[in-house]
């Protein structure tokens, strides 16, 4: 009697791909791959300018999770393990590079903004990349916070994978909130200063 | 968004950053929404909150990795080849012990039985042979199988479906299981045909392998006696003379005698010197 072939975006079906990674058949986790790839590339997106950047950190990130992914004990858990490595690296290599915090107005353009395919008009172009100039300014595990429940994964989730309180995930994140739309507030003034000195002169 | 996010309710601050569906129980989400519904402020930071989201989860299209990271593959072809070259090896060092295994029974056989049987010289020559080339190729399909893989990095997963599956160094070794068992056959058949032909020479050698120490004495004497006096002379099959050299006789003799005959070893020493020319009847 032929069985029904199984879901393949249910967690049991995950948690099965993920056991077989551990024991380390590729297949799985190229299936993992597969499934994740675009996720882990737009979160980096977020945290970095240019697409080259996404493209290394991205393989990093998968390169690491091969690697440590034996060490990882509730299969279930898998992508916001995931998240957290591919966070964890861009944190590295945001750091090896020295780009924390203010950029100035003409890299954006040429970095950030140019390499990105984005819908809509140039002025959402400039928006989003206000968003992450803002991103930017909040300290990291409020960011991470965020980005992750903005992701759809629960508080507690957020918790398990960064090994902190429940509680801890929701100050993070609230404060996260506020220090982003503050972030955004002042990009926007500045900005609108900017342009209005532009105009004088 | 532009407007400043006014400071909740201090109560509800947390809840209110809490908007994934399972961040509260239903209850807290149900006294939530009723504050929410009277308090415009919590309203404003909740929808807020809301669209921060939306444009965390729809900021960028970014094209995703064309493939899984060059560096993790070939990371996975090291390991593949590790892996593949210790079970090979293993498998590889069974076989090879195997049919060296074979062909020394081969030339047992054929020491054992030269005389008694019409046991041609060029079939144990035949089956080293076999087992040399045979042995010595086993250990040389490593590199070739290496030089295979490296064709798979063209599709990626072609090469994960290919690779777990070494066929052709499977094949190989069935190849080389069943030559040996071939090489060493011929030997063997010519020995259960001896069994089975009733004939004057077989008989005293069926006699003494069935038998027990009396017999394996008696089929002793006999080997002696083929080998000191050129053996009984059939009548039924014609007599073959194989000439074979000082040395090589010397080394079969010595052999046979290590192999069987043990501590009466030194009944054959006039044999090895007797053996420029050996009949075999």
């Known amino acids: 009697m032929a069985h029904p072939p199984e879901d393949i975006h249910s967690d049991a079906w995950l948690v099965k791909v993920v056991e077989l990674a551990k024991a380390r058949d590729q297949e799985a986790f190229a299936i993992l791959f597969d499934r994740y790839n675009p996720e882990i590339c737009a979160l980096l997106s977020r945290l970095v300018d240019s697409k080259e950047e996404v493209h290394n950190l991205a393989n990093d990130t998968f390169l690491k999770a091969w690697l440590q992914l034996p060490k990882l004990r509730d299969g279930s858990r898998f992508r916001a393990w995931l998240y957290i490595i591919a966070t964890n690296t861009a944190r590295d290599y945001l750091r090896r590079q020295k780009v924390r915090g203010w950029l100035r107005w003409s890299s954006l353009h040429e970095g950030g903004a140019s390499s990105m395919s984005v819908e809509g008009h140039e002025e959402n172009v400039v928006k989003v990349d206000f968003f992450k100039l803002a991103l930017r300014q909040v300290p990291w595990k409020p960011r991470t916070c965020l980005l992750m429940q903005a992701n759809g994964f629960s508080q507690s989730e957020i918790a398990k994978a960064m090994e902190i309180s429940q509680a801890s995930v929701g100050t993070y994140v609230s404060k996260g909130r506020t220090l982003l739309h503050q972030a955004l507030k002042e990009l926007e003034e500045e900005s609108q200063t900017s342009e209005r000195r532009r105009s004088s002169h | 968004m532009n407007k400043h996010i006014p400071t909740p309710c201090a109560k509800w601050a947390e809840k209110l950053a809490a908007t994934h569906p399972s961040d509260l129980t239903p209850f807290e989400r149900k006294s939530l929404n009723k504050h929410v519904e009277s308090c415009s402020i919590c309203a404003t930071v909740l929808t807020n909150y809301l669209e921060l989201d939306a444009q965390l989860q729809n900021s960028y299209v970014i094209e995703p990795l064309p493939g899984l990271p060059p560096q993790l593959l070939q ?68 590199e070739v199988a290496h030089k295979e893989d490296q064709s798979y990095d063209k599709e990626e997963y072609r090469y994960r479906k290919q690779r777990s599956i070494p066929l052709r160094r499977s094949k190989l070794i069935l190849l080389a299981f069943v030559l040996s068992v071939i090489t ?29 120490t009396q017999a394996s004495s008696s089929f002793y004497n006999t080997v002696q006696h083929q080998k000191l006096y050129g053996g009984p002379k059939s009548q039924d099959t014609d007599q073959r003379v194989i000439k074979v050299s000082p040395p090589l006789c010397q080394v079969v003799v010595s052999v046979q005698n290590t192999l069987l005959l043990g501590s009466r070893s030194q009944a054959t020493d006039g044999a090895a010197a007797d053996c420029n020319t050996t009949q075999v009847g």
């Open chain 2, 75 to 142: 990371l996975w072809k090291k390991q593949d080849s590790q892996r593949t070259a210790n079970i090979s090896l293993l498998i590889r060092s069974f076989y090879v012990l195997l049919a060296y295994c074979l062909m020394i029974t081969g030339i047992g056989i054929y020491i054992i039985f030269r005389n008694s049987f019409q046991l041609s010289i060029w079939i144990p020559i035949i089956a080293v042979t076999m087992v040399l080339i045979i042995g010595g190729g086993l250990f040389v399909t490593k």
């Open chain 2, 184 to 212: 060493s056959a011929p030997p063997l058949v010519t020995l259960i045909k001896g069994y089975t032909t009733p004939s004057g020479t077989t008989t005293a050698s069926a006699t003494a392998i069935s038998s027990t």
